[in-house]
């Protein structure tokens, strides 16, 4: 069974950045397209970010494209999300998951595997 640990958030000004880090075990990442997906309070969850399995495709919302940027190293089992420019409206609970392209481009309700989240939040 696939576990994933997100990890990297916390408090940060506007303006500033943070490196959200999602690390899987109990199986290898290979396989899978892994999505990052938030939730602010008093909010539905909403896509963030998908990356494929083997790391030559991303899609990106268009409240974050420009800032925040995917990657993933299936050697370490690892995928990073880089969120640089953070604004206030960033602030929320950041999950990362793996299942399919689709299931993550189709806004995550079927993704395979979730992580517990980190709260990541900006203000001054």
């Known amino acids: 069974q696939l576990q994933l640990v997100e990890s990297g958030g916390g408090l940060v000004q506007p303006g500033g950045s943070l490196r959200l880090s999602c690390v899987a075990s109990g199986y290898t990442l290979d396989y899978y397209t892994i999505g990052w997906f938030r939730q602010a309070p008093g909010k539905e969850r909403e896509g963030v970010s998908c990356i494929g399995s083997a790391g030559d495709s991303t899609n990106t919302a268009d409240s974050v494209k420009g800032r925040f940027t995917l990657s993933r190293d299936n050697a370490k089992n690892t995928v990073w999300l880089q969120m640089n420019s953070l604004k206030p409206e960033d602030t929320a609970v950041y999950y990362c998951?793996?299942?399919?392209?689709?299931?993550?481009?189709?806004?995550?309700?079927?993704?395979?595997?979730w992580g517990k989240g980190t709260l990541v939040t900006v203000s001054s």
């Open positions: 998951a793996a299942g399919t392209w689709l299931a993550c481009s189709n806004g995550g309700d079927d993704m395979d595997y």
